[in-house]
């Protein structure tokens, strides 16, 4: 099979490492890809979010299916120009990817659905949002309507802060004000192809930018997988797999459908557990970033045939993906200053000595070949993801990895899976 695979971060040069695992492995692009990428496959120079740059190249060289990575291609609307030139895409057309790209629009959703979900409240001007924050109280929960690159939420008991950060996102658009929810938060990965669902392993990921939960919000900074507690709080992994396929993914696909916008690619469920039981804080609309990099390195069954049943409607035919009893642990080397206003461009070294370590691989996200000489191009520069029989085990590979690498100025949390090893 020849795949494209659409984006340049460590989400995809994680699932072109899940794919190139396969035997037989298929023939893999990517656009426009990264200096990690380009080491293990081609990569092509295409707007990722041009929907005729994208389909023409497709037809032009006999692509069988794309794999679109990121949001915004999504958005777009990519996947709708490959489909009306009768090419296979995992990712949903643009209607249904709303579900990631409007904050309001998937709220309506799980609402029509009956998915459980926090209360929420759209507004348009400051003097809404501020009778929402009082509304629901602190701790304040903002998000800006669209896509924000995982930068429009803010969790704060601090009101002037909650103004602040609803002030700024108001300018490019509505925002939401929702209640808060404590608990665990767990995301988990459900294949979707318009009517049934296959889900993966579920992990969960760490979104603050230092250790212990502080600092501000990121794109994400480490990830482990599988979620051993969920043993206790469920009898077992599946039959938490089992409540959100019947409470959250079902329903939520079947009311895509029934809008006659169907969802054919992967659905991101972002859970909380809370006192009163499982909620959704928020749908993706493609994998995440950083849990891919845990899950697709302990996924057994070949991904190329669960993405291509996903884009051409079979998945129902196929038995659910099969697991490793392996864990996996990553963490995420970030530029300095990042999230605010990374500083890019400078050199990284030693990734051979990190790639020594037993169980070790590096999914890179933002990284360009300058000469001999491999640079940062962007805040979260890599994800370094080792696997082991333990998560002791597993963490201990990934630090010892992490500390032959060097890039000056970066940072990253020492705390990632600390909980479970």
Not at 89 to 97: E, M
Not at 114 to 130: D, F, I, N, Q, Y
Not at 262 to 288: K, S, W
Request: charged fraction near 20%.
């Amino acid at each position: 099979m020849k795949i494209l695979v659409l984006g340049s971060g460590a989400r995809e040069h994680a699932i072109i490492t899940a794919l190139l695992r396969e035997q037989p492995r298929p023939s893999v692009e990517c656009a426009p890809g990264n200096a990690g990428i380009a080491a293990e496959v081609p990569v092509v120079a295409l707007d990722p979010n041009d929907p005729v740059a994208v389909t023409d190249y497709a037809v032009l060289n006999n692509i069988e299916l794309v794999v679109i990575g990121p949001e915004a291609p999504l958005v777009a609307g990519v996947a709708d120009a490959l489909r009306t030139r009768g090419i296979a895409v995992f990712g949903p057309d643009r209607a249904a990817a709303a579900l990631e790209g409007s904050k309001t629009f998937a709220k309506r959703i799980m609402n029509e659905a009956g998915v459980p979900t926090g209360r929420a409240v759209r507004a348009g001007s400051l003097a809404e949002a501020e009778a929402a924050l009082d509304e629901f109280g602190a701790p304040y929960v903002i998000k800006a309507d669209g896509l924000a690159a995982g930068k429009g939420v803010l969790v704060t008991s601090d009101r002037a802060a909650a103004v602040d950060h609803t002030t700024f996102w108001l300018e490019h658009g509505n925002v939401l004000i929702e209640e808060f929810l404590d608990g665990q938060e767990i995301s988990l990965f459900l294949l979707s192809d318009g009517h049934s669902v296959l889900p993966l392993s579920p992990a969960q990921d760490y979104k603050r930018a230092l250790d212990h939960d502080a600092g501000p919000n990121t794109g994400g900074m480490g990830a482990y997988s599988p979620l051993p507690w969920l043993d206790a709080q469920f009898g077992s992994e599946n039959e938490f797999i089992d409540e959100i396929i019947e409470t959250v993914a079902l329903p939520t696909v079947r009311q895509l459908a029934t809008e006659g916008t169907p969802f054919v690619g992967l659905l991101y469920c972002g859970l909380i557990l809370t006192d009163a039981g499982i909620r959704v804080i928020e749908f993706n609309a493609r994998f995440g970033d950083p849990e891919t990099q845990v899950v697709l390195p302990r996924l057994l069954t070949p991904l190329s045939g669960l993405l291509f049943a996903a884009a051409t409607g079979t998945l129902g035919t196929l038995p659910r993906p099969e697991f490793s009893a392996d864990v996996a642990v990553t963490v995420v080397l970030a530029s300095e200053n990042y999230p605010q206003d990374p500083l890019v461009g400078r050199e990284i070294t030693g990734l051979d000595a990190a790639l020594r370590v037993p169980g070790v691989s590096i999914a890179h996200a933002a990284t360009a070949a300058r000469g001999d000489t491999l640079v940062s191009t962007g805040g979260r520069v890599l994800s370094v993801v080792a696997v082991g029989a333990s998560f002791h085990k597993a963490r201990s590979r990934a630090y010892e990895a992490l500390g032959q690498v060097s890039l000056e100025g970066s940072h990253y949390r020492t705390d990632i899976a600390a909980r479970v090893a």
